[in-house]
């Protein structure tokens, strides 16, 4: 299975900041990458897609970036509503396979 | 918009079978292109991918768990279904039924379905 490393595993940080997460893969998965997140007691809700195609409907200060091993998600401008869980997943290979997520919590 | 819904027992003993149901409504479970499937969690902890299977019954299992697991779909009821055998405290979980382009990204979330393994 490919293994799915991801960092930091939580963060504080303000309304307004930048924040940057990023993903790190076991081997090379070209831009199969894709990008959830959860918010407590709810489902996951993909972000984006082969690692920066934003999904309908979510916001344009989300943004992913990457290739081969190394990925992140960028959001520009934290709003209230971003403070989460953020899970990237592989989808390259059968099983698909998540990373532990990035928890984002109020500085 | 397309909805999906768990069913089925919250406690499960272990050594005993695991059973869910997902009822999809707002689309046909009959199609091209998507497969059907399901993820766990357990509480407070990451996403695994158990496996999925397409409208002709075809499945993708994850292999850690192949040996204990059945997906299979009905396609009159507009459903498919989770069986985990021989369970422990470990399959524990909230169990997401989901609808996934064949074994890589899921587009659909059910609401969730806790199933606890405990005597």
């Known amino acids: 299975d490919i293994e799915m490393t991801q960092s930091p595993s939580s963060l504080s940080a303000s309304v307004g900041d930048r924040v940057i997460f990023t993903c790190r893969t076991s081997q090379n998965i070209g831009n199969h990458l894709n990008w959830y997140q959860q918010k407590p007691g709810k489902a996951p809700n993909l972000l984006i897609h082969?690692?920066?195609i934003l999904e309908s409907g979510v916001p344009s200060r989300f943004s992913g970036s990457g290739s081969g091993t190394d990925f992140t998600l960028t959001i520009s401008s934290l709003q209230p509503e971003d403070f989460a869980t953020y899970y990237c997943?592989?989808?390259?290979?059968?099983?698909?396979?998540f990373g532990q997520g990035t928890k984002v919590e109020v500085k | 918009q397309l909805q999906l819904q768990e069913s089925g027992p919250g406690l499960v003993k272990p050594s005993e079978t695991l059973s869910l149901t997902c009822t999809v409504s707002?689309?046909?479970?009959?199609?091209?292109?998507?497969?059907w499937g399901w993820i766990r969690q357990p509480p407070g902890k990451g996403l695994e991918w158990i496996g999925s299977?397409?409208?002709?019954?075809?499945?993708y299992d994850n292999p850690s768990l192949k040996s204990r697991l059945t997906i299979s779909i009905d396609t009159s009821k507009n459903q498919f279904s989770l069986k985990l055998s021989s369970v422990t405290a470990a399959d524990t979980a909230i169990y997401y039924c989901t609808r996934e382009v064949a074994g890589t990204t899921v587009h659909y979330w059910g609401q969730g379905a806790l199933v606890t393994v405990s005597s």
């Open positions: 082969a690692a920066s």
């Open positions: 707002g689309g046909s479970i009959n199609t091209n292109n998507y497969y």
């Open positions: 997943q592989q989808s390259d290979s059968t099983p698909p396979t």
């Open positions: 299977v397409y409208y002709t019954g075809g499945t």
